[in-house]
């Protein structure tokens, strides 16, 4: 049980190890793992058409999501509608921000882009199928399991280098308050979500784990769960991020640890730019942190709960 989640910690493990003080170096790792977010999703993609029933089973698969999503969605809100009565924390002025999307089509070009590569690797899978048979899904399979060692690896090593250190995130409680409560909510969501969804309580425990990182916990359940739970797991987070950038503008003067912590983990990166043009600078720190905890938090969290089915 716990040795299949230390084969796939360790690669995490050991690239937190090393340390990238080279700006190029560390611009080449992002480059790596963006590349091997694509190659994986287009790769669970050709795995998906290799599903009996195809439709059958999509039809499924936006049904769990949707289901998953909604009820994620419910508690997420409340908690951090709660939170957001109690801490004071009130947005800024909206500056312009340099280089930040220009319309919600534009914030959500890179989300919808991975939908993209999963629908070609569907494609593709369903054209080359009947030629190559099943080894096509099975070869998919394999090589999808060994790029998610590599993009495991380039993980641990964004996270040592990208200048966050353990005393700045303590130190900043917003942040602190924020994940934790985005966290919470989201696991009791998968509790309640797992028998609804014919899972176990752990699973349901790491499909809820993802916390917006729609990318890496794809890939993960779907090593472990097949591809159609990992399609779940994928268009789950993703919703959230697309739904946080409506959500931002619409009350982060109101509500703002709200608007803030529903981007998940994606407030530190895709989520930030609309939280600086609409909350202004004070929010960013606070975000950056949430997103950078929920970050580190998810990948060993989706990890353990799946090693407890063995």
Known sequence: MLSGLLIVLLPLLLGYLVPVPALRWQQRINHAVNSAVYIILLLMGISLAGLENLSNQLAKLGGNALLLFSITTLLNLVALWWLSRRVALKAGQSPVVKD???SKLAAMQGSLLLVAVVAAGVMTGLLAGPRFGEGLFSKADLLAEWVLYGLLALIGCQLRNSGMP???ILLNRLGLAI???LALSSLLAGLLAAPLLSL???EGLAMAAGFGWYSLSAILIGDQLGPLMGGVAFFNDLTR?????ILIPLVIHRHTALAIGYGGATSMDFTLPV???HGGVACVP???VSGFILSLLSPPLILFFLSLSG
Do not use: D
């Open 100 to 102: 930040a999307p220009t």
């Open 200 to 202: 176990s309580w752990n």
């Open 286 to 288: 606070i975000a950056v």
């Open 166 to 168: 353990l005393k700045q």
């Open 275 to 277: 939280i600086q043009q």
């Open 241 to 245: 991020e697309l739904l946080a950038f």
């Open 179 to 181: 994940a934790v409560t």
